[in-house]
């Protein structure tokens, strides 16, 4: 009935692993590495064939950040990606108060101003934690 029914996703292109929204564009990255873009979340454009991506993209610090081929890739419109070189790449998983989050393993969150020097400021220990939600109180 609606555009998210079951009916209307059937055939889509659309094979995410990660997704993320934001400037009024769905992003998503698959496990082959290819970046794509919707502004309906039913007609999708390829963006981006990463050889090595990661699977994961995020929206923060109003970007849209993944990591694939040695590299963070940052786009403003999911179309057009731009490479910053880094040898240190995590799952960026949120972006609050000028920083990007990551989960580190067991169980930490560490953060970064630049995606380049990373600061444990959580580690309970544990099994591990596998997802965080980000958000601003109020």
Do not use: C, K
Request: proline share 3%; charged share 15%.
């Amino acid at each position: 009935s609606g555009p998210w029914s079951g009916e209307a996703m059937v055939g889509a292109q659309y094979a995410g692993h990660g997704i993320a929204f934001g400037h009024g564009v769905f992003v998503t990255h698959d496990s082959d590495g290819v970046l794509r873009w919707s502004d309906d979340g039913l007609q999708w454009n390829q963006a981006l064939d990463l050889q090595d991506g990661a699977g994961w993209v995020a929206f923060a610090n109003a970007q849209f950040i993944t990591a694939g081929d040695g590299s963070y890739w940052v786009s403003t419109d999911g179309a057009s990606w731009d490479a910053l070189a880094s040898d240190n790449l995590r799952d960026v998983v949120g972006f609050i108060d000028g920083h990007f989050m990551t989960l580190g393993w067991p169980a930490a969150i560490d953060i970064s101003d630049d995606l380049a020097t990373w600061q444990n400021v959580f580690a309970p220990g544990g099994s591990g934690l596998t997802d965080i939600a980000v958000g601003v109180p109020g």
